[in-house]
């Protein structure tokens, strides 16, 4: 079965809410009739409430940007999947490479997150991806495979079905370097083969897997018409409602 495309919008912690409403209402205009691709966007905490209402009755659906694991308590700055899902959002980014840098995200502290965000009845966008020097060592399909496993760890494939994988190679993104589409394509490939392995060759067939870092307008096209990118998690592209939608609907 064909998997369908998926491009969700990543906003980090950019836009005031005022700013983050505008710029949903202006991509919810501008993509009222779009059916055959699933488009996300993942603005910061704040604004999710309010977004939400704004995209309700549109194709557009909710992201976070993160989850904690444990339900409820004294867990200052964190945030529940109930939480997310009470405030109307679908998705939830998990395992950023940002995350991962900054903040002490782990192999264990993905599974959690997974585990968690799927109790919750989120469905997870599960970034991976390897650093230039471990791509320039020779240490790409290593690191995949460790990210991978780690992550999914104890998840049964039925659950794992709900996830999406992002793969976005650390050093392409922000940088204005994307992957090539065939870097791109045969990363995917040896992800498809990891899961493959992990689950059965029917998921891994399934399994949508965006490419994140520096997608744009002018390289979306290239990019999505590889065997095995199935879409795109945007980071600056998708602050502008014309660049985003440049990317939903590639020319
Ligand atoms: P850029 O598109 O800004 O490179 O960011 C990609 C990303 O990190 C999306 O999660």
Redesign the pocket.
Known sequence: MARKKFI???W?MNTTPAEGIALAREIVTQAKNISDVDIAI?PPYTHLAAIGEIIKDSPIKLGAQDVHWEPKGAFTGKISAAMLGAAGVTYV?IG???QRTYFHETDVSVNKKIKAALGGGLLPIV?IGETLEERNSGKMEGVLKTQITGGFAGIAKNDALKCTI?Y?PVW?????V?ASPEQANQAHIFIRSIFSSLYDVQFAQAVRIQY?????PDNAKQLLQQSDVDG???????LKAADFMGIVIPR
């Open positions: 969700a919008g990543n980090k993942c980014i950023h490479s940002e970034c992002a976005e392409a993104i922000g940088t204005g994307n994140g870092g520096s997608m744009k795109g998690l945007i980071g600056g592209a998708s």
